[in-house]
């Protein structure tokens, strides 16, 4: 059960920012998602969404992928950063998904997580957005806000991801991510947050209280 507090913000980010779910990462199906929320890794969405503009029409298919030539895909990715790793797992996991999933990418969290490069985060992404599975995304805007709010006094991901899941009703887990991405792309950024922009500012415990009364 939610506490009145996390209930308050929750509304107030309903209020601000609507309850659509919205997906920042432009994929027409679930490997395409799969494939750029590996490489959005250290990377803004917007690059990562410019470079599978042309990706995907150069590797149609899972297969493609598992086919590529890894030095060439490094160099089609090279601007996501960390590309040896990440052409290196792409390659992999789409080797896996070809050979032991039949080119289809799998709903389960244990399956997910079993696939070259994608860890929990990555998973909860496929399970949030294609299967519409109740999924909490611990991203660096998610980790910060979600600290400075109060929601979790945890700093590791993963034990976020389930203080969350504890404290927030499984109908906001996949909201709570869109919105807190969305602040913190615009108001609650780091390392300069605009607490006095911010319509949480007084139900946020680590706002500046004074800020605009200047």
């Excluded at 990706?55 to 298919?61: G, Q």
């Excluded at 709570?176 to 946020?204: D, M, Q, V, Y």
Aim: hydrophobic share 40%; proline share 4%.
């Amino acid at each position: 059960m939610a506490s009145k507090k996390i209930t308050a913000i929750l509304d107030a980010l309903d209020k601000e920012y609507g309850t659509d779910y919205v997906c920042y990462l432009h994929h027409e199906n679930a490997w395409q998602l799969l494939i750029a929320t590996m490489l959005s890794a250290q990377c803004t969405d917007a690059r990562v969404n410019i470079v599978t503009k042309d990706l995907f029409v150069k590797y149609p298919t899972v297969q493609a992928f598992a086919d590529a030539d890894l030095k060439e895909l490094e160099q089609d990715i090279h601007s996501t950063g960390f590309y040896h790793n990440k052409a290196k797992n792409i390659i992999a996991c789409c080797k896996m998904l070809a050979e032991d999933y039949n080119g289809e990418v799998p709903s389960s969290i244990e399956e997910l997580t079993s696939l070259a490069g994608v860890g929990r985060k990555t998973a909860n992404v496929i399970r949030g957005n294609i299967f519409h599975e109740p999924s909490i995304v611990v991203d660096t805007h998610v980790k910060r806000i979600a600290y400075k709010l109060g929601f979790t006094k945890e700093t590791d991901p993963v034990k976020i991801e389930f203080d969350l899941m504890k404290k927030l009703p499984k109908n906001h887990w996949i909201l709570c991510n869109i919105h807190l991405i969305r602040l913190g792309r615009t108001i609650c950024k780091a390392p300069t947050p605009k607490c006095e922009e911010c319509f949480l500012r007084e139900l946020c415990p680590s706002a500046d209280k004074k800020a605009g009364r200047r």
